[in-house]
């Protein structure tokens, strides 16, 4: 600005080009000396202001959801009748903790007549082991007997080589006519009569030995009705662990520490194998509430800057005052097609059960964060080619306009990475535009 004051009249002429010039320069960019107010005696006043060291914090703030940390919704494996009730909506649970009972007879009969059939086949077990004991005894008679048998063949066989040598020594007394034939005649039936007794103590050994494979046989066939009993027995004792399995799922139970939210049955209520009682749902729903699941669905731009352990602070509508610290524990990794946002999800410990499921609230997550020198953001300014620099008053008062290079933005204030120290007095955000060298009052910004 020129004050008409202080211009002469001989010097129209170059208020006429300063005011012109001053109308083509760019609202940020330096202007020379020539253009300046100081050409003309005016002093310009501005205020100033000192880089700070702070934190700067590039967040965002996104509507959030509470779910449980983890649900169940507890069905029935059997159909019967609820017989006994044991939870309601509220009530805290351990694991493990009965919910409610289904009456279902016709397993327990079953699984008495799986008992009786297993007693039974036992009792095959005892008897097929019996029926060893007795082929081994058998298997142990006829072995004796044949070693018998072979024990008088060996005799048999003796007798038979002494009468023979007997009929060859009465043989040749008769050819030499010192005996009569009548003692070739009976030694003759001594030898056949020795003959026969070997061929009978063979036949004998023979049918001996038949009788020991027979025993054998048998043991074997004794051994297979044992193991083939056992496995009968095995196979009726899985079947009784699986109807005691369907017995143990007519107990409904809690599977893990929690508080019941939903109830759906009631005591007489007709229950069927994998529905709950009616169109409602399912019987139970037990919800882990100790701590609690926060999900952020996050906006697109936002969703390449977040991390697991960024920190995060949810507030919640039904909870005024209160604010809960926690960080991103889940990252979904991918966008929702339908609403181009991101899953997050941050855990929040819940020890008084105040954090209920389905709340509403505000979550803001600090996806950057840098410590160093910050000024204002309106203090930094950009010449037409994107380059950053600011106005930074000397020790004699003068402008210097100095480059500078920055770093997180948050909206208000930036950082600024390089060509400060700190000491520096800055030109605060102003609309005035000012030149290298250009002296100017100074004040301390507020």
Not at 330 to 356: C, F
Request: charged content about 25%; some cysteine.
């Amino acid at each position: 600005m020129i004050r008409a004051g202080i211009v002469t009249s001989g010097s129209s002429a170059l208020v006429a080009l300063l005011v012109m010039g001053a109308g083509c320069s760019g609202p940020d960019a330096p202007v020379n000396a020539a253009e300046s107010g100081e050409a003309a005696g005016e002093v310009t006043t501005v205020p100033v202001i000192r880089p700070e060291r702070a934190t700067l914090r590039r967040t965002t703030t996104q509507p959030a959801t509470v779910h449980p940390d983890h649900q169940a919704e507890i069905h029935a494996r059997v159909s019967g009748y609820l017989a006994l009730l044991e939870a309601d909506i509220g009530d805290r649970v351990e694991a493990g903790q009965v919910l409610g009972v289904v009456d279902v007879p016709e397993l327990t009969k079953g699984r008495q007549r799986r008992e009786a059939m297993i007693a039974r086949l036992e009792a095959d077990e005892r008897r097929a082991a019996a029926e060893i004991d007795l082929a081994g005894a058998d298997v142990e008679a006829t072995e004796a007997m044949r070693d018998q048998e072979l024990a008088e063949i060996a005799t048999a066989r003796a007798a038979l080589d002494a009468q023979r040598a007997e009929f060859n020594r009465v043989q040749g007394l008769v050819s030499e006519g010192a005996v009569t034939g009548q003692l070739l005649d009976e030694a003759r039936e001594r030898l056949e009569s020795a003959e026969a007794t070997l061929a009978s103590a063979e036949a004998a050994a023979a049918s001996a030995s038949a009788n020991v494979d027979v025993s054998l046989a048998r043991l074997a066939a004794s051994q297979a009705s044992l193991e083939t009993a056992k496995a009968e027995t095995e196979v009726a004792r899985k079947e009784l662990e699986e109807l005691d399995a369907m017995i143990a799922f007519a107990t409904l139970r809690a599977p893990f520490p929690g508080v019941v939210t939903r109830r759906h049955v009631d005591p007489g209520d007709l229950v069927r194998e994998g529905q709950g009682a009616g169109p409602e749902g399912p019987l139970f729903v037990v919800a882990k509430l100790d701590t609690v699941r926060v999900r952020v669905a996050l906006p697109e731009d936002d969703a390449p800057g977040t991390d697991v352990g960024d920190p995060a602070v949810v507030i919640f509508r039904s909870l005024p005052g209160r604010s809960f610290e926690g960080r991103v524990d889940r990252i979904a990794r991918g966008l929702d097609t339908s609403t181009r946002t991101m899953l997050v999800e941050v855990d929040l410990p819940n020890p008084g059960l105040s954090l209920l499921p389905g709340m509403y609230g505000e979550a803001t997550i600090t996806l950057e964060q840098a410590e160093g020198l910050v000024l204002p953001a309106g203090a930094v300014r950009y010449d037409e080619e994107g380059r950053s620099f600011v106005y930074v008053v000397d020790e004699t008062d003068a402008i210097r306009v100095v480059n500078v290079g920055t770093g997180l933005d948050d909206g208000s204030r930036i950082e600024i990475t390089s060509g400060l120290d700190g000491s520096e007095r800055v030109v605060a955000p102003t609309i005035d535009r000012l030149q290298e060298g250009q002296r100017v009052r100074v004040e301390e910004a507020g």
